[in-house]
């Protein structure tokens, strides 16, 4: 579930290129803005109702909520729906500190396209850090 119309498009492509087809049973997004969604309450209604009648339609096992906004709502949709939804800042994090301590570099693609190089100081140098481990 993600809240981006525009980026549906998108992730069926990734979903297609990783191989996922016969794992992925929906792509779908909930009518709110971004603006709305960095509102919690505003939201999570929405979320709640799609997800429900997604993972009761499609006979989820899981949800992958697609946007940092929406990790916030993850426990507590897991809790109500009894499946796992994944929060995709924490899912992110994990696989990116997995990948550091593997020793394994970045991803060889861009599927958002690159972004200009951040220098990071004080609480967050250790950005650089990783930046520099994933991507020298």
Same mark, same amino acid.
């Given at each position: 579930?993600?809240?981006?119309?525009?980026?549906?498009?998108?992730?069926?492509?990734?979903?297609?290129?990783?191989?996922?087809?016969?794992?992925?049973?929906?792509?779908?997004?909930? #009518?709110?803005?971004?603006?709305?969604?960095?509102?919690?309450?505003?939201?999570?209604?929405? $979320?709640?109702?799609?997800?429900?009648?997604?993972?009761?339609?499609?006979?989820?096992?899981?949800?992958?909520?697609?946007?940092?906004?929406?990790?916030?709502?993850?426990?507590?949709?897991?809790?109500? $729906?009894?499946? #796992?939804?994944?929060?995709?800042?924490?899912?992110?994090?994990?696989?990116?500190?997995?990948?550091?301590?593997?020793?394994?570099?970045?991803?060889?693609?861009?599927?958002?396209?690159?972004? #200009?190089?951040?220098?990071?100081?004080?609480?967050?140098?250790?950005?650089?850090?990783?930046?520099?481990?994933?991507?020298?």
């Amino acid at each position: 579930l993600t809240i981006q119309p525009r980026s549906l498009g998108l992730v069926h492509g990734l979903v297609r290129a990783n191989g996922c087809e016969d794992r992925c049973l929906a792509v779908e997004a909930v #009518p709110v803005s971004v603006l709305e969604a960095a509102d919690p309450a505003a939201v999570h209604a929405q $979320l709640l109702a799609a997800s429900a009648r997604l993972a009761s339609a499609k006979r989820l096992r899981t949800i992958v909520l697609g946007g940092a906004p929406l990790g916030v709502h993850a426990a507590d949709l897991s809790g109500r $729906l009894g499946i #796992p939804c994944i929060d995709p800042v924490a899912a992110g994090v994990s696989r990116l500190a997995a990948m550091v301590a593997s020793g394994a570099g970045g991803a060889r693609s861009a599927a958002y396209g690159g972004a #200009p190089r951040k220098l990071f100081d004080g609480a967050f140098a250790f950005i650089d850090r990783l930046n520099e481990a994933l991507w020298p």
